[in-house]
């Protein structure tokens, strides 16, 4: 076999097994956005803001649940970006699948320097010496196989999976008096100023931050095309493992304001590592600096797989440079993981050598874009079904529950999620970015439209 061979001759591997695909949805989602950035959610909602990551969850949940229907009604799609070109049109998949690559090529350089900050205590290099060496091996790592993407991702998962149930245990123990000296500490939900101290509109407002954490969980519709049975593996952890997820994150942050006062957590520290201290675990913050490590780099190993997956993609359907296709002997798109490398370069370069304001920036203009992304999904899975019962075949085995109230129901409160980021001033910024980034997907659409159409007029004359 030759070192790069055409993808429609061999396609991607086949190599992922049934418990990769589980701990690369689990993967991705668990990342750094619980471990420290549920400090930002439990400041803004009080000990109420378990009640954000459960309305979240339960939204997410149902957008999983749509793709757990298309999956099953279309077996051949190999990757969710592509549910919206086949609901929507070839626009839809163009827009869907350029944004969702801009959103987790972005994540590549933000998940490096926050991985380069955590190892600078332990290591005598500046964060841009450790950033690159990160992007480097994670380089490295996704340019050898799918296989040993998911190897990696297998362990990095079973780590974090492992510290939030034993961190659930031992915090459970406390909250309930059996091993806190003083007795129950549930009294911490009510006694800092009430359950709800900010009110319930302080909940709701903070369902924007929580949602961008939480989101993730549909990696496994792009991973599951490098398995021996994709429609089945999508059809199967489309819920289930959003379910898991769901009861970490609730359950986590339920026990957190239970053993420790809300007015104590601190944005942009840990709230597992102030549990920990208050129930006098030894070396907590070692403990948890090492756990956040291993989050970061599983976040940032998933974000270089996605970003290389969907620009496969892509090019697959003649949305991007055709040698972005080709796969090297081991079927990985070598061009597609170097574009992620280089993307993640540049922003580490950009991060710690450059204005700041330039990388936050790029940060801020990708804020939304997966509310639009589930948006778009979300109309492709009401119109397949749509257009299904019109034909009058039979329901997929795994239907959408309530339909089409529920469907339409996470279509409006998506847009509830835009409305409270136009109207919160902390976010502003992330949402009117994005609006930018989501009318440049357009307008780079219109122009390939046109050119295409451009080079078909030559060839319809000449017939």
Request: one cysteine or more; proline letters at 5%.
């Amino acid at each position: 076999m030759t070192i790069e061979t055409a993808a429609a001759t061999d396609g991607l591997s086949r190599s992922l097994k049934g418990r990769h695909l589980t701990m690369i949805s689990i993967g991705g989602i668990i990342g750094a956005g619980l471990f420290v950035g549920s400090s930002t959610a439990i400041i803004a909602g009080g000990p109420a803001s378990f009640l954000s990551y459960a309305i979240t969850g339960m939204l997410i949940l149902i957008v999983m649940r749509m793709l757990g229907e298309m999956a099953t009604a279309l077996p051949t799609v190999r990757s969710f970006t592509e549910f919206a070109r086949a609901g929507l049109g070839d626009g839809a998949g163009f827009v869907v699948g350029w944004l969702y690559w801009y959103f987790w090529v972005l994540v590549v350089p933000v998940e490096a320097i926050a991985g380069a900050k955590i190892l600078q205590q332990w290591l005598p290099l500046t964060p841009l010496e450790i950033g690159l060496g990160l992007m480097s091996v994670m380089t490295a790592v996704n340019l050898m196989s799918a296989r040993s993407y998911a190897e990696f991702e297998f362990w990095f998962a079973s780590i974090k999976v492992a510290a939030i149930l034993v961190f659930i245990a031992i915090a459970a123990s406390y909250a309930f008096g059996w091993s806190s000296p003083h007795g129950s500490t549930f009294a911490n939900l009510t006694a800092h100023g009430g359950f709800t101290p900010h009110g319930w509109i302080a909940v709701i407002a903070a369902v924007p931050t929580v949602f961008f954490a939480m989101t993730g969980a549909e990696i496994t519709t792009i991973a599951a095309a490098e398995s021996s049975q994709p429609g089945k593996a999508v059809a199967k952890l489309s819920t289930t493992v959003i379910w898991r997820i769901l009861i970490f994150y609730v359950i986590s942050v339920l026990l957190i304001v239970s053993v420790v006062p809300w007015t104590q957590v601190r944005p942009g520290q840990s709230p597992f590592t102030l549990a920990l201290n208050t129930m006098h675990v030894r070396l907590a913050g070692t403990l948890m600096s090492a756990i956040i490590l291993t989050a970061v780099l599983s976040c940032l190993n998933s974000a270089f797989y996605v970003s290389s997956r969907v620009l496969f993609v892509l090019a697959e359907h003649g949305d991007a440079p055709p040698l972005l296709v080709r796969l090297n002997e081991r079927r990985v798109p070598t061009m597609s993981v170097l574009i992620g490398a280089a993307a993640g370069f540049l922003g580490i370069v950009a991060a710690t050598e450059t204005p700041q304001s330039v990388f936050d920036f790029l940060v801020s203009s990708s804020g939304a874009l997966i509310v639009y992304v589930y948006m778009l999904i979300s109309l492709a899975q009401i119109r397949l079904r749509r257009d299904r019962e019109r034909r009058g075949e039979p329901p997929p085995a795994i239907q959408m529950w309530l339909f089409p109230w529920l469907s339409i129901g996470a279509l409006g409160a998506m847009a509830a999620v835009l409305v409270a980021m136009a109207f919160t001033p902390r976010m502003q910024q992330d949402f009117y970015t994005s609006c930018g980034t989501l009318t440049v997907a357009v307008l780079a659409y219109l122009i390939v439209r046109a050119r295409r159409n451009r080079r078909r007029r030559p060839t319809l004359r000449s017939s």
